[in-house]
């Protein structure tokens, strides 16, 4: 939205960066999405931390839904590397607008194959890179690791959202969007 209203003004480009929040769940299908909740955050704060998170996902858009299961979300972050190296931020932002869909609404485990393939076709992605992607494990491996250790390192990153405005302004967790109006400003004053 902050920056929606400065488009005239300023030219961005979103890097979607890759984090794992559990690189031990298991491949494919995962684990019961409540159940890990509830070992992280205990029974009692996930009957209030749930409630709150709908409501400011409905706020914006978001129709959070939280059944489904969890798996281990290298191979997304893969695709994520490989549709910006293939297309740019547009099948970037498709590709991840994709996965946010699946995981975040309509419960589907971004560790399963199939959810990936999915996505892909959704996003846009070709085919022939889909299938390679999900036949060679091999493939953006090495890049999304290599980015995922450095970006963490170089700015702490212990979750998400993160987000670092033009290269020297961090911003860590969820914000309003008046955060980004004062940076804007900031970045547009300094011009």
């Given at each position: 939205m902050a920056?929606?209203?400065?488009?005239d003004k300023l030219d961005a480009d979103v890097y979607w960066?890759?984090?794992?929040?559990?690189?031990a769940l298991p491949k494919g299908k995962g684990v019961d999405k409540m159940e890990l909740y509830k070992q992280k955050f205990g029974a009692d704060r996930i009957r209030s931390m749930i409630p709150h998170m709908k409501q400011v996902g409905e706020e914006v858009g978001i129709q959070f839904?939280?059944?489904?299961?969890?798996?281990?979300?290298?191979?997304?972050h893969r695709f994520i590397w490989k549709a910006r190296e293939i297309g740019g931020t547009q099948l970037q932002d498709k590709m991840v607008d994709a996965f946010f869909g699946a995981y975040f609404e309509q419960e589907q485990s971004l560790g399963d194959p199939?959810?990936?393939?999915?996505?892909a076709e959704v996003a846009g992605m070709p085919k022939e890179v889909t299938m390679e992607l999900l036949n060679d494990e091999s493939i953006a491996k090495a890049e999304v690791e290599k980015e995922r250790k450095e970006f963490g390192r170089k700015?702490?990153?212990r979750g998400v959202p993160l987000f670092v405005i033009d290269g020297k302004y961090p911003l860590s967790g969820a914000q309003p969007p008046e955060v980004f109006d004062g940076i804007f400003e900031e970045i547009l004053d300094n011009c």
């Open positions: 920056l929606a209203r400065r488009s960066r890759p984090f794992q929040l559990n690189d839904s939280y059944g489904g299961f969890i798996g281990n979300t290298l191979d997304s199939e959810v990936l393939q999915a996505c700015w702490n990153c």
